[in-house]
């Protein structure tokens, strides 16, 4: 737990602190230069100042005088001037991370001296390294490191090669960050060595020639990143044997070549990216069989053949991105089975026959483009259901018939139609205006069809959906009300939409909370007079629907005091709410940030205890480790005695058997929270990994 208390200079007494051990004062807003004084303390172990506004330069003799020094974290801050080689004299370093500030110049070679290293993270700075030449390599002097897990160099402009010598860097190594770093050459065969990586981060370089076949040989990889590189020749099969792959980025390449048959063995695979290279051939059907897929992007590639039904069977695909390709035959139908499919696009290929009724039960589709195809047929009434639709594109095709005008069809303007001659609709989408009253045969069918047979399979869907919902809140043996009369009343307490509205004065403004990336909290009161802080969740951002989920998941199993108490939730295909615990003494961050208020020494330390009982409790207190993922001030509550709770578990992960992955994908989705949650989220993993450890 950090405690946010101060701002300005640190003051140059901090020196006179004579015994110190630690001094740890990260994620708060001092400015200024850092304390040189502090590195005068000879008894100092760690220094942690990350996530401030410091600036000025190093102390030039920075390791001379602190030979008990293990950590040092300054990333985060506005320090620029060069990393002086008197740092390797703090023999004792095993983390030194200065990530993510201006450091210039020369990245020290005597950095290598520091025998002890784990973590190395200079990432996001302005660091060169010693061309390589005859005495001296970089990166092969990096091999003394024998403990080292993680190799941060990213975003710094090395302009170099990877010499083979990285198969002798240390086989403790885990995490190899040298992405964007003007690294040229081709990827060494050696790097198949470093066994235990479980991310490669070679992105955005000038990496030429293959991939190495010896990638299957690091079989504890779950994130493999070579995009944006001349890397050429096929995918080679051996990435299949990468039994716990769960993202892989190798588009924007040269690669050329069929995408291997064997990728169904990738089975915690979660994210697939071969977009912009010269792939061919057909998409192998086995592919879809990877039921766990959020994402494929194949777009810009020579993908040829048609489509297959079992595109269906990846039921939580949220993108499907095949643009650009020379895709045929019609377009399955199963498609329209993909209810958390949020982008798709099939535009710029071949596709023929009518655009599936079924794409009606995309519900959470947001974005779809089928331009430039040879699609034919009307545009299907069903569409107007498609309530999340924000971009639509049938432009360059052969459509025919009336474009609907319900739904988002409102929003949609020409630019969405463009170029079928057969459509006809409002003056305004630029198309013919349609004769109405002429009664085609054909047309009579279609009404039919939309009349009575789609109401059928709109309801049938409808029932399958509140089924599949309940059933799915419903496992592990939670009971979820559910509005609908047929089912089952639980031992939860049941409460409508109609009465979440009149409980918050219609969601009213004055009732609000707070907002959150996935919908409000409103203070509401129950017809018995209860208070309850209600979570809507807004089903139209990205990501909402699969947030409920997650915290529905986690919410149902769990009971703690220091976590905040679910009371019932609230759900049907438009609406999804909890209603929770109200906590009367609001969020942390208020405490801590707001004028006028004040928590006292002991009050801190409770909320610390709190906090920490209840990360204790999520890690190892229930059967299956979870882990929050968005521990911040923000989603800690106060009840009315100001005891913690910890709230928001929208995208807090379960870890399954063995799932050791999730802890470093975790840590790889760093990219969406607020930079200054990082260090909390690290410290959770940290925790995570000591509990594993310590309960083993
Ligand atoms: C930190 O420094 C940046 C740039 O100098 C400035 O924009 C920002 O307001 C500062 N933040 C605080 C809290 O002092
Ligand atoms: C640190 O100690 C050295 C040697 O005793 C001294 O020369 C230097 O001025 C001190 N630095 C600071 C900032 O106190
Ligand atoms: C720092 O390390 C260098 C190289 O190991 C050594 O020559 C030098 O004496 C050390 N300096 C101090 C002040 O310990
Ligand atoms: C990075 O450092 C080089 C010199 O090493 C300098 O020319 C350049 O301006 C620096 N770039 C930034 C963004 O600071
Ligand atoms: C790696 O280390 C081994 C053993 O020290 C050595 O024989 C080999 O030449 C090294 N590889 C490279 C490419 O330097
Ligand atoms: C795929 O997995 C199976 C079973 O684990 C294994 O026998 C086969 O060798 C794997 N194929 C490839 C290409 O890795
Ligand atoms: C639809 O696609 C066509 C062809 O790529 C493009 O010209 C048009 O601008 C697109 N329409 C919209 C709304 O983006």
Same mark, same amino acid.
């Given at each position: 737990?950090?405690?946010?208390?101060?701002?300005?200079?640190?003051?140059?007494?901090?020196?006179?602190?004579?015994?110190?051990?630690?001094?740890?004062?990260?994620?708060?807003?001092?400015?200024?230069?850092?304390?040189?004084?502090?590195?005068?303390?000879?008894t100092?172990?760690?220094?942690?100042?990350?996530?401030?506004?410091?600036?000025?330069?190093?102390?030039?003799?920075?390791?001379?005088?602190?030979?008990?020094?293990?950590?040092?974290?300054l990333?985060?801050?506005?320090?620029?001037?060069?990393?002086?080689?008197? &740092?390797? =004299?703090?023999s004792? @370093?095993? +983390? /030194?991370? $200065?990530?993510? %500030?201006s450091?210039? #110049?020369? !990245? *020290?070679?005597?950095?290598?001296?520091?025998?002890?290293?784990?973590?190395?993270?200079?990432?996001?700075?302005?660091?060169?390294?010693?061309?390589?030449?005859?005495?001296?390599?970089?990166?092969?002097s990096?091999s003394?490191?024998?403990?080292l897990?993680?190799?941060?160099?990213?975003?710094?402009?090395?302009?170099?090669?990877?010499?083979?010598?990285?198969?002798?860097?240390?086989?403790?190594?885990?995490?190899?960050y040298?992405?964007?770093?003007?690294?040229?050459?081709?990827?060494?065969?050696? &790097?198949? =060595?470093?066994?235990? @990586?479980? +991310? /490669?981060? $070679?992105?955005? %370089?000038?990496?030429? #020639?293959? !991939? *190495?076949?010896?990638?299957?040989r690091?079989?504890?990889?779950?994130?493999?990143?070579?995009?944006?590189?001349?890397?050429?020749?096929?995918?080679?099969s051996?990435?299949?044997?990468?039994?716990?792959?769960?993202?892989?980025d190798?588009s924007?390449?040269?690669?050329s070549?069929?995408?291997?048959?064997?990728?169904?063995?990738?089975?915690?695979?979660r994210y697939?990216y071969?977009?912009?290279?010269?792939?061919?051939?057909?998409?192998?059907?086995?592919?879809?069989?990877?039921?766990?897929?959020l994402?494929?992007?194949?777009?810009?590639?020579?993908?040829s053949g048609?489509?297959?039904?079992?595109?269906?069977?990846?039921?939580?695909?949220?993108?499907?991105?095949?643009?650009?390709?020379?895709?045929?035959?019609?377009?399955?139908?199963?498609?329209?089975?993909?209810?958390?499919?949020?982008?798709?696009?099939m535009?710029?290929n071949?596709?023929?026959?009518s655009?599936?009724?079924?794409f009606?039960?995309?519900?959470s589709?947001?974005?779809?483009?089928?331009?430039?195809?040879?699609?034919?047929?009307?545009?299907?009434k069903?569409?107007?259901?498609?309530?999340y639709?924000?971009?639509?594109?049938?432009?360059?095709?052969?459509?025919?018939?009336?474009?609907?005008?319900?739904?988002?069809?409102?929003?949609?303007?020409?630019?969405?139609?463009?170029?079928?001659?057969?459509?006809?609709?409002?003056?305004?989408?630029?198309?013919?205006?349609?004769?109405?009253?002429?009664?085609?045969?054909?047309?009579?069918?279609?009404?039919?069809?939309?009349?009575?047979?789609?109401?059928?399979?709109?309801?049938?869907?409808?029932?399958?959906?509140?089924?599949?919902?309940?059933?799915?809140?419903?496992k592990?043996?939670?009971?979820?009300?559910?509005?609908?009369?047929?089912?089952?009343?639980?031992t939860?307490?049941?409460?409508?939409?109609?009465?979440?509205?009149?409980?918050?004065?219609?969601?009213?403004?004055?009732?609000?909370?707070?907002?959150g990336?996935?919908?409000?909290?409103?203070?509401g009161?129950?017809?018995d007079?209860?208070?309850?802080?209600?979570?809507?969740?807004n089903?139209?951002?990205?990501?909402?629907?699969?947030?409920?989920?997650?915290?529905?998941?986690?919410?149902?199993?769990?009971?703690?005091r220091?976590?905040?108490?679910?009371?019932?939730?609230?759900?049907?295909?438009?609406?999804?709410?909890?209603?929770?615990?109200?906590?009367?003494?609001?969020n942390?961050?208020?405490?801590?940030?707001?004028?006028?208020?004040?928590?006292?020494?002991?009050?801190?330390?409770?909320?610390?205890?709190?906090?920490?009982s209840?990360?204790?409790?999520?890690?190892?207190?229930?059967?299956?480790?979870?882990?929050?993922?968005?521990?911040?001030?923000?989603?800690?509550?106060?009840d009315?005695?100001?005891?913690?709770?910890?709230?928001?578990?929208?995208?807090?992960?379960?870890l399954?058997?063995?799932?050791?992955?999730?802890?470093?994908?975790?840590?790889?989705t760093?990219?969406?929270?607020?930079?200054?949650?990082?260090?909390?989220?690290q410290?959770?993993?940290?925790?995570?990994?000591f509990?594993?450890?310590?309960?083993?």
């Amino acid at each position: 737990m950090v405690i946010h208390i101060v701002a300005g200079a640190i003051p140059s007494e901090i020196g006179n602190l004579e015994n110190l051990e630690m001094f740890n004062i990260g994620l708060n807003y001092f400015t200024g230069p850092i304390p040189f004084e502090i590195f005068n303390i000879s008894t100092i172990q760690r220094i942690a100042m990350p996530k401030n506004n410091f600036s000025g330069h190093l102390p030039p003799n920075i390791g001379f005088f602190v030979p008990n020094l293990e950590i040092l974290f300054l990333w985060g801050n506005q320090l620029s001037g060069t990393i002086t080689s008197s &740092i390797s =004299n703090a023999s004792q @370093l095993a +983390n /030194l991370q $200065l990530a993510s %500030n201006s450091f210039s #110049g020369l !990245i *020290p070679k005597e950095i290598c001296n520091l025998r002890l290293l784990q973590v190395l993270d200079l990432q996001d700075n302005n660091l060169t390294i010693e061309p390589s030449n005859p005495e001296f390599n970089f990166f092969s002097s990096l091999s003394n490191l024998r403990y080292l897990r993680l190799l941060g160099l990213s975003n710094n402009p090395l302009n170099d090669i990877l010499p083979s010598s990285i198969e002798n860097f240390s086989t403790s190594l885990q995490e190899l960050y040298i992405d964007n770093c003007n690294i040229r050459g081709s990827i060494p065969r050696g &790097i198949g =060595n470093l066994r235990n @990586l479980m +991310n /490669l981060s $070679l992105e955005n %370089n000038e990496l030429a #020639g293959p !991939i *190495p076949t010896t990638v299957g040989r690091m079989h504890m990889l779950q994130g493999l990143f070579l995009d944006g590189n001349r890397l050429e020749g096929p995918i080679p099969s051996y990435l299949c044997q990468l039994k716990s792959l769960f993202i892989i980025d190798i588009s924007a390449n040269k690669l050329s070549g069929d995408i291997p048959t064997c990728m169904d063995n990738l089975t915690s695979l979660r994210y697939l990216y071969l977009a912009g290279n010269k792939l061919s051939s057909t998409v192998p059907l086995n592919l879809w069989s990877l039921t766990n897929l959020l994402v494929v992007s194949l777009s810009s590639n020579y993908l040829s053949g048609s489509l297959p039904f079992e595109i269906g069977n990846v039921k939580v695909l949220m993108k499907l991105d095949l643009s650009s390709n020379l895709l045929s035959g019609q377009i399955p139908t199963t498609i329209g089975g993909l209810k958390d499919l949020v982008n798709l696009s099939m535009s710029n290929n071949q596709l023929e026959g009518s655009i599936p009724e079924s794409f009606g039960g995309l519900v959470s589709l947001e974005f779809l483009d089928l331009s430039k195809n040879n699609l034919s047929g009307e545009i299907p009434k069903s569409l107007e259901a498609l309530s999340y639709l924000k971009y639509l594109n049938v432009s360059f095709n052969i459509l025919q018939g009336k474009i609907p005008v319900g739904g988002p069809f409102v929003h949609f303007s020409a630019a969405s139609f463009m170029s079928n001659d057969g459509l006809c609709g409002a003056p305004r989408l630029q198309v013919s205006p349609c004769k109405e009253g002429v009664s085609q045969p054909k047309k009579v069918v279609a009404a039919h069809i939309l009349k009575y047979v789609l109401p059928t399979i709109g309801v049938t869907m409808l029932v399958i959906a509140l089924v599949l919902v309940w059933t799915r809140c419903r496992k592990r043996n939670a009971k979820l009300p559910v509005e609908s009369n047929s089912l089952p009343l639980a031992t939860w307490r049941r409460i409508s939409q109609q009465e979440l509205f009149q409980a918050t004065q219609g969601f009213s403004e004055g009732n609000l909370l707070g907002k959150g990336s996935f919908g409000s909290v409103y203070q509401g009161t129950l017809l018995d007079g209860m208070i309850v802080a209600i979570k809507v969740f807004n089903l139209e951002v990205e990501g909402a629907l699969k947030s409920f989920d997650a915290e529905c998941g986690v919410l149902r199993n769990i009971r703690h005091r220091n976590l905040v108490k679910i009371i019932t939730t609230c759900s049907n295909m438009e609406f999804k709410a909890f209603v929770l615990e109200y906590m009367p003494n609001g969020n942390l961050e208020k405490w801590l940030y707001s004028q006028g208020s004040y928590l006292s020494i002991l009050q801190r330390l409770n909320i610390m205890k709190d906090v920490a009982s209840a990360l204790e409790y999520l890690h190892y207190g229930y059967s299956t480790p979870i882990i929050h993922c968005d521990l911040k001030p923000n989603n800690i509550l106060l009840d009315e005695d100001m005891v913690a709770h910890v709230a928001d578990f929208g995208i807090a992960k379960l870890l399954g058997d063995g799932d050791s992955m999730v802890q470093t994908m975790t840590l790889a989705t760093i990219g969406y929270m607020a930079p200054g949650d990082v260090f909390l989220l690290q410290l959770e993993v940290e925790c995570l990994s000591f509990y594993s450890c310590i309960h083993k």
